[in-house]
C-alpha cells in the first residue's frame, strides 16, 4: 500500500478577508498524477501555491511526506503558466539555471543536452526565448521543470495558451515524462478533457470547501480521446463542478 | 587558443568592426550635416561670434595637444563622477526597487531633490569641499545621481512577479536572485541611465570647471569666451561634442558586449 505523500487537512486561506478555502482536506499518493478542476475562483491554484510553499494556510496544515510545508522545498518543481522564462537567457541556460542554483558544477551540460534532446529542443539550445514558437517555450519551461528529477510536479493549466496540435503533443510528453519518472503531478486546469488525458485521478474542488476525488477510467487507455465514452465522461465531470453538491 | 576567450575576441572584434561601419554610415553623415547648418548659419549671420566651421576645424588640427590636455582632465572627472554614481546609485536603486519601505521612504526625497537646479548648490559644495577636484566631481555626482537611482529602481520594479516566483520555486539564495535575476533585467537601464548621464555631465562641465581650474574642457570654453576668442570657444565646444559622440559609442559596444541578445535593445533577433 503506497503511503500519503501529501496531505493537507483542515486547510483555510483567506485573502482580504475573503475566504478562498475553507477546510479543505486533501490526501495524494506518491507517483500518481492528480488532475485539480473547478469553478473560477474556486481556490485552485492557491491549493498548488500551498503545496509549493508559497502560501501559508490561515488555518490547518499543509504537509509532505509528514514534514510541514513552510517554503519551496528542491524536490517540487513548479511549471507556472506564465512559464516565467528570463528573456536574458538561452534555452540551455535556463534549463540549466535549477542545477546551478542547487551548487551543482559537473556534467551540467551533458544533462542538459540529454534533456533538450528528449524534449525535441536539441536545436534550440543557443536560441532566446522570444525566438521559439508558444509550444517550444513550453517545452523549455517542462525540460527547466524536469531537470532537477523532482519528486512533485505541480503545473497551473500547463497547456492553456496552446493551439489543439501542439496541446496535445505536450499533453503526452508531460504524461510520458511523469510515468517514466514516477513523479507526483498535480495540475490545475480549466480544460476537462486534459484532465482526462494527465489525471489518473481527478479531483473536483467544490465551493463548500470539499474535494470530491474520481478515478480516471480513460488514464491507461491508449488514444483516449478516440475511445467511445471519452467525451461523455468530460461532459459528465463539466456537469459535476457546476453542480453545488454532488451526487 | 581557448574557445572562450576566442569568442570574446571575436565578440569585440565584430563589436568594434560594426562600431565603424555604422559610424561610418550614419554618425558621419550626420557630423557633415551639422556643419552644413553650422555654415549656413555663419553666412546667414556674418558677424565673427559664429566663426565659420572650416575655421574651427583647422584650430583644433593646429592645437591638438592642448585640446587633448584639457579634454583629458575633464574625462577623468566625468569618470570618476559616473563610476561613484554607479557604486552608489546601483545599489541604491536595486534597494528601492526590492524593499516598499525604503521605496516609501526615500522616493519622495528623491522626487523632490530630481528636479532642483543642483547647479545652485555649487557654492556649497566649495565651501564644503574646496576648491580642488573633489567639488567638481561632487557637483556632477550630485547632477546624475538621482536620475541613476531612479532608471535602477524601475528597472527592478518592471521585472516580472513571475520571474521572483519562477527563482522561489528553484529555492534561490538571495544572492542567486542579484546573479540570475535582477543584475541581468537591470542592465539595460543601467546603460540607459549612463547614457543620459554623461550627456548632463558634459554638458555640466562648463559649471564645473568654471572655477580654480586650469585644466579641462569647461574651462577651455569658459577662458575662450572671456578673451572672447570665439573660434577657440567653439573649437572647445565642438570637442565636446566629439568627446560625447566617443563615450556614446564606447557605451553602446559596451552594452551589446554585456547585455544579453534576449534584452538587448541594440541586438536585433535574427
Given at each position: 500500500m503506497k503511503k500519503d505523500f501529501i496531505s493537507m487537512d483542515q486547510v483555510s486561506v483567506d485573502f482580504d478577508r475573503q475566504q478562498v478555502l475553507k477546510g479543505v482536506n486533501l490526501t495524494l499518493e506518491q507517483g500518481i498524477s492528480y488532475a485539480l478542476i473547478g469553478k473560477s475562483g474556486s481556490g485552485k491554484t492557491t491549493i498548488l501555491n500551498l503545496v509549493a510553499g508559497f502560501l501559508k494556510p490561515d488555518e490547518g496544515t499543509v504537509s509532505i511526506h509528514g514534514v510541514k510545508v513552510q517554503r519551496p522545498r528542491r524536490e517540487t518543481a513548479f511549471l507556472f503558466q506564465e512559464l516565467g522564462l528570463l528573456p536574458w537567457q538561452t534555452v540551455a541556460e535556463a534549463v540549466a539555471m535549477p542545477l546551478k542554483l542547487r551548487g551543482q558544477k559537473k556534467g551540467i551540460d551533458m544533462l542538459v543536452a540529454e534533456l533538450l534532446h528528449k524534449l525535441g529542443l536539441e536545436k534550440h539550445g543557443n536560441k532566446y526565448p522570444q525566438e521559439l514558437s508558444g509550444g517550444e517555450q513550453q517545452r523549455v519551461a517542462l525540460a527547466r521543470t524536469l531537470i532537477g528529477e523532482p519528486d512533485l510536479i505541480l503545473m497551473d493549466e500547463p497547456t492553456s495558451a496552446l493551439d489543439a496540435t501542439t496541446k496535445e503533443e505536450l499533453q503526452g510528453l508531460i504524461r510520458w515524462e511523469q510515468q517514466k519518472r514516477q513523479a507526483t503531478l498535480l495540475f490545475v486546469t480549466h480544460d476537462v478533457e486534459e484532465a482526462v488525458i494527465l489525471g489518473q485521478y481527478i479531483l473536483i474542488l467544490k465551493e463548500d470547501g470539499r474535494i470530491v476525488q474520481l478515478e480516471n477510467p480513460y488514464y491507461f487507455t491508449e488514444n483516449a480521446r478516440e475511445q467511445l465514452g471519452f467525451y461523455e465522461e468530460c461532459i459528465k465531470l463539466r456537469g459535476m463542478i457546476k453542480m453545488e453538491k454532488d451526487v | 587558443m581557448k574557445e572562450g576567450s576566442w569568442l570574446v575576441w571575436t565578440g569585440i572584434k565584430r563589436g568594434i568592426q560594426g562600431g565603424i561601419k555604422r559610424f561610418a554610415k550614419g554618425q558621419f553623415a550626420g557630423f557633415i550635416s551639422f556643419l552644413i547648418l553650422w555654415e549656413v548659419f555663419h553666412l546667414l549671420l556674418n558677424t565673427h561670434t559664429v566663426p565659420s566651421p572650416l575655421e574651427t576645424l583647422v584650430y583644433i588640427v593646429k592645437v591638438p595637444g592642448v585640446l587633448l590636455l584639457h579634454c583629458g582632465a575633464s574625462l577623468l572627472r566625468v569618470m570618476a563622477a559616473i563610476g561613484i554614481s554607479l557604486l552608489i546609485g546601483v545599489p541604491a536603486g536595486i534597494l528601492m526597487g526590492v524593499n516598499e519601505t525604503c521605496k516609501r521612504l526615500l522616493s519622495p526625497l528623491l522626487y523632490f531633490i530630481y528636479p532642483m537646479p543642483k547647479i545652485a548648490f555649487l557654492p556649497i559644495f566649495m565651501l564644503l569641499f574646496g576648491l580642488g577636484n573633489t567639488s567638481k566631481i561632487i557637483l556632477m555626482i550630485w547632477i546624475i545621481i538621482f536620475q541613476m537611482i531612479l532608471s535602477v529602481r524601475d528597472g527592478v520594479e518592471q521585472i516580472p512577479p513571475s520571474y521572483f516566483k519562477v527563482m522561489d520555486s528553484f529555492c534561490a539564495t538571495a544572492g542567486q536572485r542579484y546573479r540570475y535575476l535582477i543584475l541581468p533585467a537591470i542592465l539595460p537601464q543601467i546603460f540607459s541611465g549612463l547614457r543620459i548621464s554623461i550627456g548632463i555631465t558634459l554638458a555640466s562641465l562648463f559649471f564645473a570647471e568654471n572655477y580654480a581650474a586650469v585644466y579641462g574642457i569647461g574651462y577651455y570654453i569658459l577662458?575662450?569666451?572671456?578673451?572672447?576668442?570665439?573660434?577657440?570657444?567653439?573649437?572647445?565646444?565642438?570637442?565636446?561634442?566629439?568627446?560625447?559622440?566617443?563615450?556614446?559609442?564606447?557605451?553602446?559596444?559596451?552594452?551589446?558586449?554585456?547585455?544579453?541578445?534576449?534584452?538587448?535593445?541594440?541586438?536585433?533577433?535574427?
Open positions: - | 577662458s575662450a569666451w572671456s578673451k572672447m576668442d570665439y573660434v577657440e570657444m567653439f573649437g572647445g565646444i565642438l570637442v565636446i561634442g566629439l568627446v560625447g559622440v566617443l563615450l556614446f559609442n564606447l557605451l553602446d559596444l559596451l552594452e551589446r558586449l554585456s547585455v544579453p541578445r534576449g534584452t538587448n535593445p541594440r541586438k536585433k533577433n535574427p
